[in-house]
């Protein structure tokens, strides 16, 4: 178990989602970055979509209250162990009475931390994932608090006695403050003229300040519609780049709602949404058009490497 010192500027307890209840209103959620939330159970032997702690930007301190093994993901929030820097995209053993610490933001926005074993709170409607406007999963659909007690599934230490499993450089993103994806166009491309689709994809937009779990808010260009920007509501998905009537760009995350009246410009592609879960305010973003095959191609490489990558540790576990 770990019990919570101080919970940071936000942090929650997520899997990889709640599916199956869009249809309901219900948010998808999960982890905003899905691939530092993978990486991270890797190493320690979990399931891919076993809960972790997401922790955004700083302020989290935490107590071992036994002994465990754990590893930390995803952006740099200064992540230390008893007061010393710790090795990220690693597997590390903590002792029971070690105090961890998120102190504050060197890169990225959000970071993983996986426990062997997994977080072993509740499922609700088949996730543990929080989801903060529903209130629901995590500990009472909150945010963590002071002197909550996360609890562990069993774990088996012994699998790690004289292993430390670490990811190879190359696999390991850096987040720096111009992020570029790629989109494939559509749905209502058609909605937008082709001078406005060359601009977006030649500009670059800022994040504003309104950016969550929710959406990332961009600021730049104008993109001109060719009649108007309502359409009849219908279901958004992750990465979707709505236009609304200001012709500023607005992308859906993990935490989007499940229906939409505006229209959309085109989607971010599974690789690449990521990369967005760790942006900031101020940071850049550009915009590259791709096929469907290519990101088809980009998504079966990543699942080959989450393939692969799996079957080691659990070799070597």
């Not at 899905?34 to 935490?62: K, W």
């Not at 006695?161 to 670490?166: A, K, L, S």
């Not at 973003?285 to 540790?313: G, P, R």
Request: hydrophobic content about 40%; overall charge positive; glycine content about 12%.
């Amino acid at each position: 178990m770990f019990e919570i010192i101080k919970p940071g500027l936000f942090t929650t307890i997520q899997d990889l989602g709640r599916s199956g209840y869009q249809k309901f209103g219900m948010a998808v959620s999960g982890s905003a970055d899905h691939y530092a939330h993978r990486m991270a159970n890797i190493l320690v032997g979990n399931r891919q979509s076993a809960a972790v702690l997401e922790v955004t930007l700083l302020g989290l301190r935490m107590k071992a209250l036994a002994d465990h093994v754990i590893a930390v993901t995803g952006g740099d929030l200064a992540f230390k162990i008893n007061g010393a820097l710790a090795p990220m995209w690693t597997s590390l053993k903590v002792k029971k009475g070690d105090m961890i610490d998120f102190t504050h933001c060197q890169s990225g926005c959000r970071a993983y931390m996986s426990i062997a074993g997994g977080v072993a709170v509740p499922k609700v409607l088949g996730s543990r994932s929080t989801d903060t406007i529903g209130k629901i999963g995590g500990i009472e659909g909150r945010p963590l608090q002071k002197g909550d007690v996360l609890p562990v599934e069993k774990q088996l230490l012994h699998r790690f006695q004289g292993i430390r499993r670490r990811l190879p450089a190359s696999f390991i993103p850096k987040y720096e403050n111009t992020i570029h994806v790629r989109i494939v166009p559509g749905p209502q491309e058609s909605a937008f003229t082709k001078e406005a689709m060359d601009g977006f994809l030649s500009s670059s937009y800022t994040v504003s300040k309104d950016i969550d779990r929710m959406a990332c808010r961009l600021e730049g260009p104008t993109i001109e519609h060719v009649e108007g920007a309502d359409i009849t509501s219908e279901g958004i998905f992750t990465g979707a780049i709505q236009v609304p009537r200001n012709g500023q760009p607005i992308v859906f995350l993990v935490g989007r709602q499940s229906i939409g009246g505006y229209t959309k410009i085109g989607g971010v592609i599974t690789v690449d949404q990521p990369k967005l879960a760790q942006a900031k305010p101020g940071d850049r973003i550009t915009f590259e058009k791709v096929t469907i095959d290519e990101a088809h191609a980009l998504l079966k490489e990543q699942e080959k490497t989450f393939s692969v990558l799996t079957a080691v540790c659990m070799d070597k576990g």
